[in-house]
């Protein structure tokens, strides 16, 4: 059978996606990338705001035509929709042959067969480093999941609900990995997570992820190499933590924390606690103990009760903070949610206001601090030919996460050859709003990095920077 895969939602997701295609590989099936081809079609989905919601239920349909079109005989829903609405896909998507569960991943096989699922209870899953993974990402980085759920109560969020309690993979599973990941062409390896500063804690281990990105760095390769982590939590940030990133190479000098507001009233209704004048101070232990280092968060505007005061401190809160990168996220209403049975909710003209604002704010302070680099050189990781165009190849710093972050554009290739997961010295020659421009100021050496990912999926809709949950 051929089978064909659609990735929505977030890069835990995506992961998710891999080891279905590695499961569906190593049983015998072969892998499509046209949705024409494909015996059976999964569309992996994402659920946890109502945009995300509609883009999946708008492409299982779109995925349904080839039933009618093309060769698909059977339909295969998986992800964060199936734990949220199981029963309604059953009832109002006749189109859909059959569900999985993000704790049912192995059942892909199965599913995609024409099995009927066995009535078993469902526990809790996660992959390990002999499990199957089919990469979908450039050959040159990878995202490595290296634990699943969540036992924080933010009050907007609904991904316990979907992805269940906090688990770490056991610590040599992910070492195993990583050093799988490294001979196999990876240069960057991005650990994600719900909440990736918690890792550990169920396994007995203090400063667990401090304890795992020293031993990630240690991991010899023939090339250079970037390790990065995503999704941390702001009172799990420990002195240890930044003092282990800034004393090995290998780990990017990058936090991404999302903080969701700055409002000490705004955050006791989210039950995530603290306030600005407590992250200011964070930020400055930070920026001490990391020189250098580049800060993402992500903001909520809009959530039940955030007056005009609240909002003008958080406006003031990201003045003061000065982020290197900053997503707004309008407050999404989620019927499953706790934060759904709060009074004083904000009206969607004044969300829609609000987040055009701090976005305002964070585009100014963004622009000037990539103005601040022009003329500086850095070490870049070489993507390949832009998305705009094939004339213009595309580049990161360090300090430039995959698919969330800007980019920097090559003006002038340098000598030597230019080619994937290479990398190079870059001076800055332009800035703009979010991305930079610059010329490769080094010889270029040929890379064995195979220029295509290991295999295609059908379509991926990153959900375009959703990631305000953690
Ligand atoms: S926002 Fe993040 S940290 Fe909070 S409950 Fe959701 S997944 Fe957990």
Not at 149 to 162: L, M
Request: aromatic share 8%; with cysteine.
């Amino acid at each position: 059978m051929k089978i064909g895969f659609v990735s929505l939602g977030c890069p835990k997701n995506l992961v998710d996606t891999e080891v279905m295609m590695g499961n569906i590989a190593s049983a015998g099936h072969s892998l499509t990338a046209s949705p024409e081809d494909a015996d059976v079609i999964v569309v992996n989905t994402c659920s946890f705001i109502d945009p995300a919601k509609k883009e999946s239920i708008d492409t299982i349909l779109e995925m349904a035509e080839y039933k009618k079109s093309g060769k698909a005989q059977r339909l295969v829903v998986a992800g964060c929709l199936v734990e949220r609405f199981r029963n309604e896909i059953a009832t109002t998507l006749p189109e859909v042959d059959a569900v999985i569960g993000t704790n049912e991943l192995d059942k892909v096989v199965a599913m995609c067969e024409g099995l009927s699922p066995k009535d078993e209870p469902i526990t809790p899953y996660l992959y390990h480093d002999l499990t199957p993974r089919i990469r979908t990402t450039p050959r040159h980085f990878s995202y490595m999941k290296i634990a699943e759920g969540c036992d924080h109560p933010c009050t907007f969020c609904v991904i316990p609900h979907y992805r269940g309690a906090f688990r770490s993979r056991r610590f040599e599973s992910v070492i195993n990995e990583a050093k799988n990941l490294f001979a196999d062409d990876v240069r960057e390896i991005n650990l994600i997570g719900q909440d990736t500063t918690c890792y550990g804690e169920d396994l007995g281990l203090k400063d667990g992820l401090a304890v795992l990105l020293e031993r990630l760095a240690q991991i010899e390769t023939e090339h250079q190499k970037w390790i990065r982590f995503l999704y941390c939590y702001p009172n799990r940030v420990t002195q240890k933590l930044l003092d282990t990133i800034a004393a090995n190479e290998a780990l990017v000098k990058y936090i991404d924390m999302p903080l969701q507001h700055a409002s000490r009233e705004v955050l006791k209704r989210m039950k995530r606690g603290s306030n600005g004048d407590q992250f200011l101070k964070l930020l400055e232990r930070i920026r001490k103990t990391i020189p250098g280092v580049a800060i993402r968060t992500s903001m909520i505007v809009g959530f039940p009760g955030e007056t005009d005061a609240d909002f003008s401190e958080l406006c003031q809160f990201a003045e003061a903070a000065q982020f290197d990168r900053l997503g707004v996220f309008s407050y999404s209403d989620e019927d499953t949610s706790a934060s759904f049975h709060l009074d004083a909710k904000v009206d969607a003209k004044t969300i829609y206001n609000r987040k055009r604002k701090l976005m305002a704010i964070q585009r100014k302070i963004s622009a000037k601090r990539n103005k601040a680099l022009i003329g500086t050189e850095t070490t870049v990781l070489v993507e390949g030919p832009s998305a705009d165009s094939d004339l213009v190849w595309q580049a990161r710093m360090s300090t430039q996460a995959p698919d969330i972050d800007g980019v920097c554009y090559i003006s002038d290739p340098g000598d030597g050859p230019l080619a994937k997961g290479q990398f190079r010295r870059m001076k800055i020659t332009q800035a703009h709003d979010y991305d930079l421009v610059g010329e490769l100021i080094d010889e270029g050496r040929p890379v064995a990095v195979p220029p295509q990912p290991l295999f295609p999926i059908l379509a991926s809709h990153q959900t375009p920077n959703a990631l305000p949950h953690r």
